[in-house]
């Protein structure tokens, strides 16, 4: 199977603290994966997602899906720092999970780790908010995007979304 990336291993580097001597593995590249389908499929909707994949996988972006793209990276970039995170921040070895700072490795704090979640996964959703704002204010570029497109919105899981953040332009940058 073929799969196309939403986001390049330099975007993804340079919009998160993921270290830049990081090599992306199998295991990255899935998460990563996972985090576009999750996350950027279930909000631009199938009919989009599959305009977009097949025109980065061509490199034949429009316009409009260039600026599309512009958009989503941030949120995406964070998820997947979130969904990472663990598997970057600790190594399972035998006696426990170890920070492998040495040949011996120490154990992992759950304090730090959790606080760096949980800063990845607040800038993810702000980002995602912002996201969905955008695609509001652009619609009109994106005939195959609707915020009822049967998908189910990602927030509160109903078609058509009830939770009104596609209704909420209080924080709208253009």
Same mark, same amino acid.
Request: aromatic residues 12%.
């Given at each position: 199977?073929?799969?196309?990336?939403?986001?390049?291993?330099?975007?993804? $580097?340079?919009?998160?603290?993921?270290?830049?001597?990081?090599?992306?593995? +199998?295991?990255?590249?899935?998460?990563?994966?996972?985090?576009?389908?999750?996350?950027?499929?279930?909000?631009?909707?199938?009919?989009?997602?599959?305009?977009?994949?097949?025109?980065?996988?061509?490199?034949? /972006?429009?316009?409009?899906?260039?600026? /599309?793209?512009?958009?989503?990276?941030?949120?995406?970039?964070?998820?997947?720092?979130?969904?990472?995170? !663990?598997?970057?921040?600790? $190594?399972?070895?035998?006696?426990? /999970?170890?920070?492998?700072? +040495?040949?011996?490795?120490?154990?992992?704090?759950?304090?730090?780790?959790?606080?760096?979640?949980?800063?990845? $996964? +607040?800038?993810?959703?702000?980002?995602?908010?912002?996201? $969905?704002?955008?695609? /509001?204010?652009?619609?009109?570029?994106?005939?195959?995007?609707?915020?009822?497109?049967?998908?189910?919105?990602?927030?509160?899981?109903?078609? !058509?979304?009830?939770?009104?953040?596609?209704?909420?332009?209080?924080?709208?940058?253009?």
């Amino acid at each position: 199977m073929n799969i196309v990336s939403l986001i390049t291993e330099n975007e993804l $580097k340079s919009l998160t603290s993921i270290s830049t001597n990081n090599t992306i593995t +199998s295991p990255l590249r899935q998460i990563m994966y996972q985090c576009q389908l999750q996350y950027v499929k279930t909000l631009i909707c199938e009919d989009l997602y599959n305009e977009l994949v097949t025109q980065i996988g061509t490199n034949t /972006l429009t316009p409009a899906n260039v600026l /599309l793209r512009e958009a989503y990276l941030p949120m995406l970039a964070w998820y997947i720092y979130y969904e990472w995170l !663990p598997f970057d921040y600790a $190594k399972a070895r035998e006696q426990s /999970l170890v920070n492998q700072e +040495s040949p011996y490795g120490s154990p992992v704090s759950d304090t730090t780790l959790t606080y760096m979640r949980g800063q990845g $996964k +607040s800038f993810a959703e702000r980002s995602e908010i912002e996201f $969905k704002k955008w695609l /509001l204010v652009n619609q009109d570029n994106y005939p195959l995007w609707s915020p009822d497109c049967g998908c189910g919105c990602s927030v509160c899981g109903n078609t !058509p979304c009830r939770c009104n953040i596609y209704n909420d332009t209080t924080f709208i940058t253009i």
